[in-house]
Nanobody, 124 residues
Framework: QVQLVESGGGLVQPGDSLRLSCALS?????MGWFRQAPGKEREFVAA????????NYSSSVKGRFTISKDKAKKTLYLQMNNLKPEDTAVYYC????????????????????WGQGTQVTVSS
């Protein structure tokens, strides 16, 4: 059974940085981060396969966010730099047993397991 526990959210000012963590119990082929702002649909942020280092990013975060993993700690990270008010959302960690190809990583429906979410608020 796969379980995901996120941490690291908080209230920051525009331009600040935050790092989210997602602790994995069980095994996963691919993991990703999604976010959902009030009144909006859940959207893809970034994803990576556990077996390689070829991350995918949405255009809205590319160059500012970095997804990484620590295999020894079985933890996925999302380093978020130069945060903007439009980054405000609940951030969810997702995982699937399959080694998802890049085109599948973008879809929330591709992931069988989800964390509880962590709130990120960017406001001055």
């Amino acid at each position: 059974q796969v379980q995901l526990v996120e941490s690291g959210g908080g209230l920051v000012q525009p331009g600040d940085s935050l790092r989210l963590s997602c602790a994995l119990s069980g095994r996963a082929g691919a993991m990703g981060w999604f976010r959902q702002a009030p009144g909006k649909e859940r959207e893809f942020v970034a994803a990576v396969r556990w077996s390689d280092n070829s991350p995918n990013y949405s255009s809205s975060v590319k160059g500012r966010f970095t997804i990484s993993k620590d295999k020894a700690k079985k933890t996925l990270y999302l380093q978020m730099n130069n945060l903007k008010p439009e980054d405000t959302a609940v951030y969810y960690c997702a995982a699937d047993a399959a080694n998802l190809i890049a085109s599948s990583q973008w879809s929330a429906g591709s992931y069988a397991y989800w964390g509880q979410g962590t709130q990120v608020t960017v406001s001055s």
